[in-house]
């Protein structure tokens, strides 16, 4: 039986041919200590430099500001907790939003279990953070706001540069967690004004295990892993090189892609909802009416419960939410603070579109998707 057709890729993407064709040499040839002054270590050290400048220009970023990690967990941790903990003398006040992921949630709950105050603002009908509620947010104690780009589960994409505007004047700290918009969408960090901001590699076509955080340069940071002074004295620890290098293979990749990689993931998610709304005509849509990533669909199909759905569905692997939270029988917390209905909510799919789709592909789900959906009801 061949494999099913793959719409989760919101959820981890295939390493992409270009970026194995890059780190196969690295995992062979550049074992050196990247730290070594010798010639093996000099050669690790010039691959991490290209690497970086290669994220850099993908961010629109100066190479100095990058600093490679384990992953999206690891800089959001990074990012919060090293921001928060550097400027604790001056406020213990953070603001950040009711969607964020867990590795955004729990690095806030971390610090506001050791005597900071975290405010959660909330989000519209369609998923949206209102600036205003952030400005609402703000005090004198305010050192730090966290709120990510685009929503894993709706796509919805939030008012990174608004909120900058309302940071920046104030001296106040914003990082954005930008693991599902980075290789989706033209991602700068000027343009959104942002102090901080994740990358993830597994969702932008490289492996596990790797990321990075863009620090600006003069923001306030306290080194979150304790050891020796790797990445300019921001993240301890001796640096993967073949997996870095395979992260700038994949950011490389996404920058000489970039119109063209938004536009085809924008056909297939679109055309995928068209033919499902043909069959399924009182589809429904979370964050229909907001501007969200090009390849998320996030859909209610009405008396049709998703878990039941995705038991019966052999040829589509889909979700019926974000993988971090697989297994879960409560309803998305994220379409409940968008005020959902519980039982809208249980009926929900997210359908991610990526690099691979086909229209083939696309036309097959749906018409299994909606055969299934019209059989359970």
């Known amino acids: 039986m061949p494999d099913p057709i793959y719409l989760d890729y919101n959820a981890t993407t295939p390493v992409a041919p270009e970026v194995v064709e890059a780190a196969l040499p690295a995992l062979r040839d550049l074992w050196g200590n990247p730290s070594s002054t010798h010639v093996y270590g000099r050669r690790a050290a010039r691959a991490l430099g290209r690497s970086r400048s290669q994220v850099a220009s993908l961010l629109g970023c100066d190479a100095d500001e990058v600093v490679f990690t384990s992953g999206g967990t690891e800089s959001d941790n990074a990012a919060i907790i090293g921001v928060a903990e550097a400027l604790a003398e001056r406020g213990r006040h953070v603001v950040t939003c009711s969607i964020e992921h867990p590795a955004v949630e729990r ?11 975290v405010t959660r603002v909330g989000v519209d009908s369609n998923g949206r953070v209102d600036p ?18 685009a929503n894993n ?15 920046r004047p104030r001296g106040v700290v914003l990082h954005t967690d930008a693991a599902q918009s980075v290789g989706k969408l033209a991602v700068r960090v000027d343009d959104l004004g942002a102090d901080l901001l994740t990358i993830v590699g597994h969702k932008l076509y490289a492996p596990k295990g790797v990321g990075a ?52 993931l924008r056909a297939m998610r679109d055309r995928l909802e068209s033919a499902l709304r043909a069959k399924l005509p009182d589809l429904i849509v979370h964050g229909g009416d907001a501007e969200r990533l090009p390849n998320t669909l996030s859909v209610a199909l009405p008396g049709v419960h998703a878990n039941r759905l995705l038991d019966r569905l052999e040829g589509v692997a889909t979700a019926a939410g974000a993988a971090c939270h697989a297994g879960a029988a409560a309803p998305s917390g994220v379409l409940q603070a968008m005020g959902v209905p519980a039982a809208l909510a249980l009926c929900t799919l997210r359908l991610t579109t990526g690099r691979p789709t086909t229209v083939d592909e696309v036309d097959e789900a749906a018409a299994e998707i909606s055969r299934e959906a019209l059989t359970l009801r």
Do not use: K
């Open 132 to 149: 205003a509620s952030v400005a609402s947010a703000l005090t004198p104690d305010t050192t730090l706001v966290t709120i990510m780009h």
């Open 107 to 117: 690095s806030c709950a971390y610090l506001e279990n050791r005597g900071w105050r």
């Open 153 to 167: 589960e709706t796509g919805v994409i939030q008012p990174i540069r608004e909120i900058a505007a309302l940071t």
């Open 213 to 264: 955080l863009y620090i600006r340069r003069g923001t306030p940071f306290a080194g979150f892993l304790h050891g020796a002074d790797h990445e300019g004295g921001r993240r301890s620890g001796t640096e993967g090189t073949p997996l870095i290098v395979a992260l700038g293979a994949a950011c490389a990749l996404a920058n000489r892609e970039r119109n063209e990689r938004t536009v085809h």
